[in-house]
């Protein structure tokens, strides 16, 4: 059974930097594309970025240019490097291993870590 743990979050100024860490665990990250969503209150989880099973990165355009999604393969580990923070991008982050490349698709989802809680203060 794959098992997901997100680590990492925290409380950070605008204009700071959080770097969040994925860990996979039970299968290797090897076999999978990793995506990268978040959620408020109140709203649905969104699709911010994600990697493919062959290593291609994805952003969307609200993290494009500040966030920067790389793995580990020996360590069974993938990261998200968050730069230049604003206070709208506050939020429970997840990670989750999709079916298939198409990372923007959360019905792909089987496996979702707990979730880490990112607050950026103005």
């Known amino acids: 059974q794959l098992q997901l743990v997100e680590s990492g979050g925290g409380l950070v100024q605008a204009g700071g930097s959080l770097r969040l860490s994925c860990a996979y665990s039970g299968r290797p990250l090897k076999n999978y594309a990793t995506g990268w969503y978040r959620q408020v209150p109140g709203k649905e989880r969104e699709y911010i970025c994600g990697?493919?099973?062959?290593?291609?990165?994805m952003y969307e355009d609200s993290v494009k240019g500040r966030f920067t999604i790389s793995r580990d393969n020996a360590k069974n580990t993938v990261y998200l490097q968050m730069n230049s923070l604003r206070p709208e991008d506050t939020a429970v982050y997840y990670c989750?291993?999709?079916?298939?490349?198409?990372?923007?698709?959360?019905?792909?989802?089987?496996?979702w870590g707990q979730g880490t809680q990112v607050t950026v203060s103005s």
């Open positions: 990697i493919t099973l062959m290593g291609l990165p």
């Open positions: 989750g291993a999709p079916r298939s490349d198409r990372l923007w698709i959360s019905a792909e989802y089987d496996y």
